[in-house]
């Protein structure tokens, strides 16, 4: 099983990411994204630093997603990663433009053809507002300069891009405004039985309210 969870920065990918690794036995595999040395003078003046940043972004995740998934798929283990290579792409369409653009789009889909896709990827949604919320609430020092504007933005270009089918892969949409996994338990639980659910594995209990496309 391999279950690639994504959404909106702020959203609680890598939350989710690590609250359901005992339950399904599995490896986690975490972004690197902080080790970016273009990434806190992006968020301050996004046209200067944005191809330089995207590069890195997508040969970093090409690095880790090459060398790490088919090992631990190889091993039999299961597998939940909080982000996809693919959804890379979806940055690089709000931040460059032009040649950058074009050049960008050659290099990702020349490396994405060795990167093994998901079983099912799992889609948070949240309002803009409930975003910036979480994204205060953590603090990260580099994600203090960001704008609502570009989380507004990245939240559309989100819906956008996990409204058409993606890669052949299941998508389930979870609405996380009203969630919080890591002070109720229970909603956790709904989670992870909807994950279940789509991919057929046992115990679960059918039809609970969440939406999957």
Known sequence: MYVAIEGVIGVGKTTLARMLQQAFD?????????????????????E?????????????????QNSMVPNILSSGKNLISD???????????????????????????????????PDLLVYLQASTDTLMQRIAFRDRSYERQMERSYIDEL??????FFSKPFDH??????????????????????????IRETLGLP???????????
């Open 155 to 160: 939240n559309h270009a989100y819906e956008d």
């Open 48 to 64: 200067r630093y944005a191809f330089q940043t995207q590069i890195f972004f997508l040969l970093s995740r090409y690095r880790q």
């Open 169 to 194: 892969t299941p998508i389930l949409k979870i609405d996380s405004n009203e969630l919080d996994i890591i002070h109720n338990h229970e909603h956790l639980k709904l989670i992870e039985n909807r």
């Open 83 to 117: 982000y996809t290579f693919a959804k890379d792409a979806l940055f690089a369409g709000i931040n460059l433009k032009g040649d950058e653009l074009d050049m960008y789009h050659k290099v990702h889909e020349a490396l994405g053809e060795k990167i093994p896709k």
């Open 26 to 46: 599995a490896e986690v595999l975490l972004e690197i994204f902080e080790e970016n040395p273009f990434l806190s003078g992006f968020y301050g003046d996004r």
């Open 203 to 213: 115990p679960f209990q059918p039809a609970l309210p969440f939406t999957q496309s």
